[in-house]
């Protein structure tokens, strides 16, 4: 009921969890007295472990606020903070390797039983002068993944606020002789792109490790490149009516046509392959910067025009005619190329700074590995 939220309670909920860096000092919903009067759910003080039993199960984090939380967190509270930090450190092992996942139950969505987590068994060392090590050790990596996340998110924030000023027109960069560019023209991507579809791959001809990579909406998540992994699918020959531009070459534009549509990343590699319900956009006007148009179409407002374009289906879906009849304003081609450096500068300090965050956070998997056996 609308009258229960927005109070002065915070109340926790799945996201606020598996968003975290693992601590809780705030939550995305607040809640009136009366909502906690009036539902299942209880205060749990500061300092208490909450751990996710539906959706992102097996998702753990440190309470810093005095929070009520659902049915949907099993709630832990501890008189030594000691025993409570080598206990999240055991959770968050448990989390990272998936131990979870053998006591899961699944339906409509998948569950953890109250009675499962309680019976679970963590080995704890008898001596606290080692538990406080294992913390000291643990926690040190965690401050220092805090300081990457946040180094990188304040870049990813000043890169989104220097594109709004940029693509309003609010900041303008001046010709190398000091002179003023032109003004900008609208136009509809489809007069300078086109929207290539990718290849309806057969699962059947999969193998593991193999040479080329089929490149999925999964793999179109937003970042500067799409992302590769383990559970990419790979193929070793290419079909034989395979088109041209399906075999991706660098920094081909890609977009997602289906479920997170409209997400935008920048191809990485020339063993990759472009499946369907990925669209490749294609300049075929001598008048665009590619990279300039990968930075345009990268912006909020395309992202929600073809989320806007997607709704009105269980899944969303975007078409050819959706992307290439989004109209953008465009500068002449010296001051796009200007755009583009400054923006791809920013970029490169983005992607460093995800490397570190990422490096960091493989510091601390192996560090578990090793302190917990």
């Not at 998110?153 to 010709?175: C, E, G, P, W, Y």
């Not at 590699?269 to 956009?281: P, T």
């Amino acid at each position: 009921m609308a009258e229960y939220y927005n109070g002065d309670i915070p109340f926790l909920s799945i996201s606020d969890v598996s968003d975290s860096n693992g601590y809780i000092k705030q939550t995305t919903k607040m809640i009136t007295e009366a909502g906690l009067q009036n539902s299942a759910a209880w205060i749990v003080p500061r300092g208490a472990i909450s751990l996710a039993m539906y959706a992102s199960v097996g998702k753990v984090a440190v309470l810093e606020i005095d929070a009520a939380t659902s049915q949907a967190f099993y709630n832990m509270v501890f008189t030594d903070s000691s025993v409570r930090d080598f206990v999240y450190q055991c959770l968050v092992k448990a989390s990272v390797e998936d131990s979870w996942r053998p006591f899961i139950s699944t339906g409509t969505q998948a569950n953890l039983n109250a009675e499962k987590v309680r019976n679970a068994v963590i080995y704890k060392p008898s001596d606290k002068q080692e538990i406080e090590l294992i913390n000291h050790y643990c926690s040190t990596v965690d401050s220092l993944i805090d300081l990457c996340r946040r180094k990188f998110d304040l870049l990813t924030q000043a890169k989104k606020a220097l594109m709004q000023q940029i693509f309003s027109q609010q900041l303008r960069f001046k010709a190398d002789d000091g002179s003023d560019f032109p003004r900008w023209e609208e136009k509809k991507l489809g007069e300078m792109a086109i929207l290539r579809n990718g290849y309806a791959f057969s699962s059947s001809t999969y193998v593991p490790h193999g040479y080329y990579h089929i490149i999925t909406i999964a793999n179109v998540r937003g970042e500067h490149f799409i992302t590769v992994d383990s559970s990419t699918s790979t193929i070793d020959e290419l079909p034989k009516n395979i088109a041209h531009w399906q075999v991706l070459k660098e920094n081909d534009i890609l977009i997602s046509l289906t479920g997170n549509v409209g997400r935008v990343s920048l191809n990485r590699g020339s063993n990759n392959l472009l499946n369907q319900r990925v669209g490749l956009l294609e300049v075929n006007s001598t008048e665009l910067n590619v990279e300039y148009l990968y930075q345009r179409i990268s912006s909020a407002d395309f992202e929600q025009a073809m989320l806007n374009a997607g709704q009105g289906a269980a899944q969303q879906n975007i078409s050819k005619y959706d992307i290439e009849n989004f109209r953008v304003s465009i500068p002449s081609l010296p001051e796009q190329k200007k755009i583009a450096a400054c923006l791809s500068s920013a970029d490169a300090l983005i992607d460093q700074a995800r490397v570190e965050l990422e490096q960091w956070q493989e510091v601390k998997k192996s560090l578990l590995q090793q302190l917990f056996v």
